[in-house]
């Protein structure tokens, strides 16, 4: 397993911008069939912890909902979102408002 690509978002957002569209379409492309594309979604601990529980969940899902309309039958996706964290930076909260694709590989 591992990180392909980090897709960085604004406070609140969870909008993909025209550069993840493509960066994610150019990944998508690359993988091959069998492997599990994983959409990681994170928000920061700035603000509500429920509402940031679903924009996780909400950032998680547009990265994967675009990568299941652009994927090949042989490949898989899904949608992981794990709430607040600082693990990214602890002093700047915005660096942890993002999504991080993973690609698993398929066992041999």
């Not at 994170?42 to 509500?48: F, I, K, L, P, R």
């Not at 490949?75 to 602890?90: C, E, I, K, P």
Request: glycine content about 6%; cysteine-free; aromatic content about 6%.
């Amino acid at each position: 397993a591992n990180v392909l690509k980090t897709l960085n978002f604004a406070t609140g957002s969870s909008a993909l911008n025209p550069a993840d569209d493509e960066a994610i379409r150019a990944l998508v492309n690359d993988i091959p069939d069998g492997d599990l594309i994983l959409a990681i979604g994170y928000a920061s601990e700035t603000g509500n912890v429920d509402s940031n529980r679903t924009l996780s969940s909400d950032r998680a899902t547009a990265a994967a909902q675009l990568i299941s309309s652009i994927k090949r039958p042989g490949q898989f996706t899904q949608a992981v979102y794990l709430g607040q964290t600082d693990r990214f930076s602890s002093r700047i909260p915005e660096r942890n408002q993002l999504v991080e694709i993973w690609r698993i590989r398929k066992k041999q």
